[in-house]
C-alpha cells in the first residue's frame, strides 16, 4: 500500500477517536498501531510557553521567536554530531567521520507523561534534542545525558501533523539563528513550530510528495527523505513547502523505519529494511552515489544534527 494512502487512513483513524481515546503511530512504511489509554492533552505542563534561553529544559530551552540557535563560534564539538534515538528509548550519538555508535542514555520521558514510543527527533544548536512520542508530545531531551523534560507543545494542533518528521535548519547561509520544521506524516505539506510559545503552524503543501523526515543545514537549506516508489531525498523551498529537486534512491528500502541527516556535504539515510534493526547509508550528492556503510543492531527511529555540524567534507 503507498504510504499516502496508508498515512490517510491513520488520519480517518485520528478523527474517529474519542478524546478518551490515544492513537499511536508506528514510524514505519508498514502500518500502525493503536492504542487505548490517557486522552490527549488539551494543555502541555511542565515548561512555560514564556521560557528562553537559559530556563526551561534544564537550561537549554531555544530563545523567543521562531527562531533558535547560539553563535557560530559557541559550537561545541558534540554539537556537531549526528543523534539518532531507538525504539527503546536509547540516544546514541553518531560520528560519520568513524561509523561510531555512541550510547548517551535512556530517554526517561515516561516519568514526564508519556507512555508513548520515540517517532521523530530533531537537534538544535544549543544541544537540545526535541523528540516527538507517537502520543503526540513533544519533549526536550539534553544530548549530554538524555534527561528529559515535558515542553508547552500542544498535541494534535493540527490533525495533519498529529505525526511529523522535523528538522532545523538555518534561516540564513551560515546564520546563527535557526527555525524548526515539521513534515507532516499525512504527506500534506511543511509547517514549523514557534518558540517559545510551541505553536504549529503551516507553510505550505508538498508537490507530488508523501510522508517524510527532514535535515537541515548551517547554510539554510531544507531537505526531506520522502517515501515514494523509489524513495527520495528532496530539496524544499522553506518559504512556501514546494519542492526544489528530486534526488531517487533505487536501492534504499525504507522497511520498517526511517530517519536521516545532512553532514559534511553527505546525506546519512538510516532505515530498517528487515523492521527489527537498522542500517546506514551514505548518499553523495557530489557523485550522485549511495552506499551501504554499516549495519547497527538496534531500531533507529529518529535522526537529528544541528547547524553546527559541517556543510562540507571535512578535510
Known amino acids: 500500500m503507498r504510504a499516502r494512502n496508508f498515512a490517510l487512513g491513520i488520519v480517518g483513524l485520528l478523527l474517529g477517536c474519542s478524546s478518551s481515546e490515544q492513537t499511536r503511530f508506528s514510524h514505519s512504511a508498514n502500518g500502525a498501531t493503536g492504542g487505548d489509554g490517557g486522552s490527549l492533552a488539551s494543555t502541555a505542563s511542565g515548561l512555560s510557553a514564556s521560557t528562553g534561553l537559559g530556563s526551561g529544559v534544564g537550561g537549554f530551552a531555544p530563545s523567543g521567536g521562531t527562531s533558535t540557535g547560539s553563535g557560530s563560534g559557541e559550537c561545541s564539538e558534540a554539537s556537531k554530531l549526528v543523534y539518532v534515538v531507538s525504539t527503546d528509548n536509547q540516544l546514541y550519538s553518531f560520528s560519520p567521520a568513524t561509523l561510531q555508535f555512541k550510547l548517551i542514555g535512556i530517554i526517561n520521558c515516561f516519568s514526564e507523561g508519556t507512555a508513548g514510543q520515540p517517532f521523530s527527533m530533531a537537534v538544535d544548536r544549543s544541544g537540545t534534542a526535541w523528540v516527538l512520542f507517537n502520543d503526540g508530545q513533544l519533549f526536550g531531551v539534553d544530548t549530554a545525558n538524555a534527561s528529559c523534560k515535558k515542553t508547552a507543545f500542544i498535541a494534535n494542533q493540527n490533525p495533519d501533523f498529529f505525526a511529523f518528521g522535523m528538522g532545523f535548519a538555518s534561516d540564513d547561509a551560515m546564520g546563527t539563528s535557526e527555525t524548526l520544521y515539521v513534515a507532516a506524516f499525512?504527506?500534506?505539506?511543511?509547517?514549523?513550530?514557534?518558540?517559545?510559545?510551541?505553536?504549529?503552524?503551516?507553510?505550505?503543501?508538498?508537490?507530488?510528495?508523501?510522508?517524510?523526515?527532514?535535515?537541515?543545514?548551517?547554510?539554510?537549506?531544507l531537505f526531506g527523505f520522502f517515501i515514494s516508489t523509489p524513495v527520495t531525498v528532496s530539496e524544499i523551498d522553506k518559504k512556501t513547502g514546494g519542492i526544489l529537486s528530486v534526488s531517487p534512491q533505487p536501492t534504499v528500502n525504507i522497511g520498517g523505519g526511517w530517519a536521516f541527516a545532512f553532514w559534511g556535504g553527505d546525506f546519512w539515510l538510516f532505515t530498517s529494511p528487515n523492521s527489527v534493526t537498522s542500517q546506514v547509508d551514505r548518499y553523495q550528492p557530489s557523485q550522485k552515489i549511495t552506499k551501504t556503510m554499516s549495519q547497527v543492531n538496534f531500531k533507529i527511529v529518529g535522526a537529528g544534527v544541528s547547524t553546527c555540524a559541517p556543510v562540507d567534507v571535512p578535510k
Open 186 to 221: 499525512t504527506g500534506s505539506g511543511l509547517g514549523k513550530i514557534d518558540f517559545p510559545s510551541m505553536k504549529l503552524s503551516t507553510v505550505g503543501p508538498f508537490e507530488n510528495a508523501d510522508a517524510g523526515e527532514l535535515t537541515g543545514t548551517g547554510d539554510g537549506r
